[in-house]
């Protein structure tokens, strides 16, 4: 959700299209629900372990915005909240992968959903790479970085996948 709100501070300024503002009223709101969910729905409260999950979230929050600050088109406060989100969003997934390889086993939803959220990514960088080619060259080299740096982290996940897909077992992570 930290992403998102971060991203999307230009929608209370700047009005691109009524397509644009509602997509992102809908990932803060939808991102928002799932936190709603995660922190307070009895049903799924209850499937959280404390004892495995023991990642320092905020390492990734405090490094996400130190190169922010460090790193960043321009020095406005938008921009600093934009890099910090791409930044974010590259990292935000260690948690979960980490947690999954403690748990070792993971169930057919979390390993398919952790495979298309990086799928996603890989064709993003496909789409970044057309938009190069067809737009005049134009890029911003901080989404590049955080977009290959993100779906490297999924690499070893990937392989693991397919490796349950072609064998026709059970997803297993290494410990």
């Keep these: 959700m930290l992403v998102f709100v971060a991203r999307y501070l230009d929608l209370f300024t700047d009005y691109v299209s009524l397509y644009n503002s509602v997509m992102k009223m809908v990932f803060i709101t939808s991102s928002a629900a799932i936190v709603w969910c995660m922190r307070r729905h009895p049903q799924v409260r209850r499937t959280y372990d404390k004892e495995q999950d023991t990642f320092r979230h905020a390492v990734l929050v ?35 992968l980490v947690l999954l390889q403690r748990s070792r086993n993971v169930d057919n939803l979390t390993g398919q959903y952790v495979f298309f959220l990086g799928a996603y990514r890989a064709f993003y960088i496909l789409n970044w790479i057309y938009r190069y080619f067809t737009e005049g060259h134009h890029s911003r080299w ?3 970085l955080a977009g290959l740096v993100q779906t490297a982290l999924y690499a ?13 077992v059970k997803l297993e992570l290494p410990a």
């Excluded at 190169?67 to 990292?91: G, K, N, P, Q």
């Excluded at 490796?163 to 026709?168: A, D, E, I």
């Design 62 to 96: 405090a490094a996400a915005f130190l190169l922010a600050l460090m790193f960043h088109d321009r020095f406005t406060f938008r921009e600093i909240c934009w890099a910090f989100s791409i930044y974010l969003e590259a990292v935000a997934i260690l948690p979960q």
């Design 142 to 144: 901080i989404p590049w």
């Design 156 to 168: 070893d996940f990937f392989y693991y996948y397919f490796l349950s897909w072609k064998n026709n």
